[in-house]
């Protein structure tokens, strides 16, 4: 069976100790990073080895985007700064209604950061007719 939206939300919620509330909140993160490891790897759907790799992608994605959600703050330590490759995050961070181009950078970021993670299941992406 395909792993699920809903599986990486009982991980998320778990590791960073999220109320059910916090759902919508962490939604979009969890859809972006699905598409993008999708588009990275040239699948249509994710296999289940790649339950863990998707839920850490997008526990750094949060903790970098989200600083100011107080239950993240919480999970980050004392520094109240996040760093994610070459990004770092202090203070602000995105409202989480919808992807702003910060939370874009940061995807990219950790998506690159887990490329290693990825890479046994990248396909080969052949010429398409157009």
């Not at 998707?54 to 239950?71: G, H, I, K």
Request: proline share 3%.
């Amino acid at each position: 069976m395909p792993i699920t939206t809903d599986d990486v939300w009982r991980i998320v919620k778990l590791r960073l100790e999220l109320p059910d509330e916090r759902k919508n909140l962490v939604e979009t993160y969890i859809d972006e990073i699905e598409r993008r490891i999708k588009r990275y790897c040239n699948i249509r759907e994710l296999p289940d080895d790649l339950l863990y790799v998707w839920a850490s992608m997008v526990v750094d994605a949060v903790r970098v985007d989200l600083p100011n959600v107080d239950e993240i703050a919480d999970t980050i330590g004392g520094s109240g700064s996040v760093k994610v490759g070459d990004t770092s995050v202090s203070g602000g961070g995105g409202s989480g209604r919808e992807l702003t181009n910060t939370a874009k950078a940061v995807i990219d970021q950790v998506v690159f950061d887990y490329r290693a993670d990825l890479h046994d299941y990248r396909r080969m992406k052949w010429g398409r007719s157009r």
